[in-house]
């Protein structure tokens, strides 16, 4: 069966709408959704067949690849993550929610599908209500990986009529968010002693220092 494609609006996301793609999720189901960036692809992260379906639709290898979470807030992030200097915690509340990606240890909590030999996880809380009214009904953070697009100019596809096109026979829901962002989440390493801009896009680092 083709996933189901539904329209939530950012301001005001139906309930409905969010308790039943968060019971598919529950389910193993994997989920297209729009972020505040670019199109996310996501899952249960305690679901390890769902976490090697999405590795199987990416070609990837799941303990390879750096995925990240998304959560709703910053309560939800100390159960994943060691511990977080003060520094940190004062830059993630300034930037957070909004389009940066921090990277920190992980705890013990985190799936060992996802355990990776450098034990990192990123932590994303997207200035979105779909994505984090998801994470709240859900109970615990979302998977998430970026929709790239094979076009030699465009990153990342933006278009959800689009998006489920392609992956309509390979994901259970496409949510139609409109448009989406073709810059992606600025990402931050804070594992060192000093946090090292790995990757800008939207969010500026200058205004969380």
């Known amino acids: 069966m083709p996933a189901e494609?539904?329209?939530?609006?950012e301001e005001n996301p139906e309930p409905r709408r969010i308790r039943e793609i968060a019971e598919i999720l529950?389910?193993?189901?994997?989920?297209?959704?729009?972020?505040?960036?670019?199109?996310?692809?996501?899952?249960?992260?305690?679901n390890p067949r769902a976490v090697e379906r999405i590795a199987k639709i990416k070609g990837i290898n799941p303990k390879k690849h750096k995925f990240s979470f998304i959560c709703s807030d910053l309560s939800d992030i100390a159960q994943y993550t060691r511990v977080i200097t003060k520094p940190v915690f004062k830059m993630m509340k300034k930037a957070f929610p909004g389009p940066f990606t921090f990277i920190l240890e992980a705890s013990s909590q985190v799936p060992k599908i996802l355990q990776m030999s450098k034990k990192t996880i990123g932590i994303r809380i997207p200035n979105h209500n779909v994505p984090r009214m998801l994470v709240a009904e859900l109970g615990q953070p979302i998977l998430t990986t970026s929709i790239h697009d094979e076009d030699d100019v465009v990153e990342y596809s933006t278009d959800p009529e689009l998006i489920?096109?392609?992956y309509q026979h390979l994901v259970d829901v496409v949510i139609d968010g409109g448009?989406?962002?073709?810059?992606a989440s600025t990402v931050l390493d804070c594992t060192g002693d000093e946090v090292v801009l790995i990757r800008e896009g939207l969010g500026q680092f200058e205004d969380i220092l």
Do not use: A, H, S, W
Not at 179 to 183: E, H, K, L, R, T
């Open 26 to 46: 529950r389910d193993g189901g994997v989920v297209i959704y729009p972020t505040d960036t670019v199109y996310g692809m996501g899952c249960d992260i305690t």
């Open 179 to 183: 448009y989406g962002q073709n810059v």
């Open 5 to 9: 494609f539904i329209r939530l609006y």
């Open 164 to 166: 489920f096109e392609k």
